[in-house]
């Protein structure tokens, strides 16, 4: 019965919020101009807004938007307050570049004037050379600095700072330690597949394309494999690679490295990662409070809205909620949490002789050898 | 030809876990039952448990994983680089026509501690960070070594035990000693410089 109802109450909640979907309150230019001299916008939006500083309020707080990839963070902006003046920095970075936004300033309060901090995200460099890895970055506008001193440009990477899929600003410079192509720790970057001296069971690996990321996880453990997601890859969408490809035969728990697609964004809450949490109970009461709240923003206008798609606007009376933790309602739903593990650049090994050994191999007796001085005595001879 | 020191198990979390799956499950309930990422949850999603799994599904995966990457044979082997009399007898054989030296070792303990760490990205941007220990002991009954041009070309090793310890935040995770010789497959190829130009 309290199921039939929270059904019922999730299918009105659904039916009545679809009259008022999100939409952009005024639709960006999708080809911002990020190249002239770094101002992007200029206040010819039109709109003022309602005057209370999208959501900071006259406060310095600058908008929420490090680590937005840049066309994201201009809309989220534009979104808040049109009027604002963006700088990038460095204001010269090719619009097909993607970049994301490292930190975001006001320059004058109000949000007025920001300053968006842009950098790119850290390819992958274990492996290669540093004269590849060098390259790389300088495709991206990084610099590189290597330790040790003097190695030569065939040294491989072994560790990199900032990790993969990390952010960097542009015109700095990455960490890499590097190792000769010979030497032993060279092979810590090597396939963390195991190796063991048996013939291991091998599996034939499952087609995952087409799949989104949660099922495409289950799909390779029930066939005893791991799955990796491609540090390049975007966190959300379907797959579109895998490596190695379906149908092959490998080790159990070998690992797959997959590929997604960028969706739209209704997809990412709709992934497996971020599977959603309710019991039947709280499903209940947020469909409830939902009801609630969209009957009570429809019933309270006088006159249907003349933008019916839109967001009830903000209220500009004092007792607005202030937006002094932007997070949940910049990110409903769709927070990217992305977990990087980083191996220990340099571990502290010690090789040492036991206390058994020391005293097998050095033991506290020893044999000298002594002449005899036999035995001596003076007599007198009789003549 | 590659070189290699091939052990079996191969790797940090076989040595504690007979399935790695169980390595992410518990580092995940310590991570869990110890609140250690809680303070992501404060910050970004208050009281949504569905978030905090998530992390914490995402953080154990990632420290399951850099048990996995850590390979025994290297760690015997970067033990057994830094011998001394194997790094002498490196320099010695470096000399021309100095031929070869053989090297052997008494029972001996190789150490490795490792502290790697998982970083916490949100929207893009590390927002926290869970740092790990790992410390393997090896105890080898002996070795045999032959050392040529500076290279370690030869190498053989008596019985070989091993513990480990795994630790996050400094809270033990697990502790082992495993039960049974390790048996060892030794590949040098070419060799493996012990000293700089070899």
Redesign the interface.
Known sequence: MIRTFAILIVSMAAFLGSTTPMEPINPINPSPDTTTGGVTRDGSGGGTGDGSGGGTDGDCAAPAV???PLPEALKRINLQRQDTQIYLMPSDIPQSWES?VIDARVNSCGWGVVTLELGT?MPDLRGSTLREATDTLASRRVGIRFRPEGAGSEWKVVTQNP?V???IAYDTRADVEVV?P????A??VSS?S?????PPATVTVPTVEGLDLAHARKRLAAAGLRLRLDPDSPHSGTVVGQTPAGGSRVAT?TTVTVRLAREAKGDAAASG??????TAAGAVVVALLIALIVWWARGRRPAPDPSPGRRPAPDPSPGRRPAADP??EH?PGS??????????PA????????A???Q??WPDFWVESHPDPGHQELREAPR | MTMSIETEPSTADLLIFADPDHAVEELGRVLKDRRMLEEVGDRFRPGDAGFMRHVIRGVADAGGSLLSELDLGVVLLSGWTKYRALVDAGHRTMKPGAGWEPVSLYEHTITSEHSPWVAVLVEGKQVFRVDFGIKLEFVVASLEARVVDGRLKYLQAGDLTASITWTVRDFPIKKMKFGRPIPLRVRLGGGIPLVPGA
């Open positions: 490090a680590g937005l994301y995200l990790g899929g990390e952010l000769a010979a030497s032993p720790s092979r810590v963390p195991v190796v063991p001296s048996k728990k990662d971020e599977e959603p949490d309710l997070s949940p990110h927070l990217s949490v992305l977990c990087v593990p980083h191996s220990d571990p502290r090994v010690l090789i040492r002789p036991t058994r050994a020391a097998a191999a």
